[in-house]
């Protein structure tokens, strides 16, 4: 990948932050001169450096995965499924686009492909520990993730937050080890 002069490279993250805003506010299907004019710069800008809605929406999900990636926590398998949780959360429509995509479609498979990879880590070191399902694989968190997508339908920011939470309560006793007696 070229790097982009640092000017450049300005102008992308204007239109990524500016799409997120207006996508989160008016859906995945805004106007992009939304987008445009949220940026504060020309409809040329954003088609130079996406030259659709969808590679507008993917470099948005790397974006997002990205912040998931770099601080995704190595050992805390339900600490990494409430921030995949709160991730949704902050970016509706985002979440929308993707559960929207066909399941073979190439993003679509990247992107859960890209998630299941985050999983691994914490996964085996929880069930290392005995602090979860030892039948739980990956591709099962990447379902989970999907679950909490539920939580959008919370009027607010907080209320959405506090779905997730709630829905990570009671999804944890059925990712958790068996108890004795069950």
Not at 103 to 117: C, M, N, S, V
Request: proline share 6%.
């Amino acid at each position: 990948m070229t790097l982009l002069r640092s000017d450049a490279a300005l102008r992308r993250d204007q239109i990524l932050d500016a799409a997120d805003a207006v996508f989160s506010e008016r859906g995945i299907t805004a106007p992009l001169d939304l987008v445009v004019t949220r940026a504060g710069v020309g409809r040329a800008t954003l088609y130079r450096n996406f030259p659709d809605r969808a590679a507008l929406v993917e470099a948005l999900f790397e974006r997002a995965i990205g912040v998931l990636e770099s601080a995704a926590p190595a050992h805390d398998l339900f600490g990494l499924v409430e921030q995949v949780g709160l991730a949704l959360v902050a970016s509706p429509a985002l979440a929308d686009y993707w559960r929207a995509l066909e399941p073979g479609h190439p993003a679509a498979t990247g992107a859960r492909e890209r998630l299941a990879k985050l999983f691994r880590a914490p996964l085996a070191a929880s069930q290392a520990r005995e602090e979860c399902r030892a039948d739980l694989r990956p591709a099962d968190l990447v379902l989970v993730a999907g679950m909490l997508g539920a939580a959008l339908r919370g009027a607010t920011p907080a209320k959405r937050r506090n779905l997730v939470r709630r829905a990570l309560e009671l999804l944890q006793d059925g990712l958790g080890p068996p108890r004795r007696g069950r």
